[in-house]
């Protein structure tokens, strides 16, 4: 299972049309915006992460209440489980 870092909208429509099914996807940055285009692309509510962190500074964490919030050792424990990492950007 791949863990893939979303920072951006653009990087997250490259995103979906390359990953498989059950990978795991971490919104990061600019990223937690696109958090409804990951539901809408079919991205399962159970493989999405945002960093907490991010959402909160950018407003988006009432928004996206029902999506797993995430700190940083949450997402080490990630990167340690998964592999390979991909980073999506623009």
């Known amino acids: ?25 971490v919104l990061l940055g600019n990223g937690v915006y696109a958090h409804q285009q990951a539901l809408d692309a079919g991205v399962e509510p159970a493989d999405l992460y945002l960093l907490a962190a991010d959402a909160q500074a950018r407003g988006v964490s009432q928004a996206a209440a029902a999506l797993a919030h995430i700190d940083y050792p949450t997402l080490v424990e990630l990167t340690q489980q998964c592999s390979p990492i991909v980073s999506w950007n623009d």
Do not use: E, P
Not at 6 to 13: I, K, Y
Not at 15 to 23: F, G, K, L, S
């Open 1 to 25: 299972m791949s863990l893939h870092l979303v920072f951006s909208s653009t990087g997250l429509s490259a995103c979906t049309r390359r990953r498989q099914r059950n990978d795991k996807l």
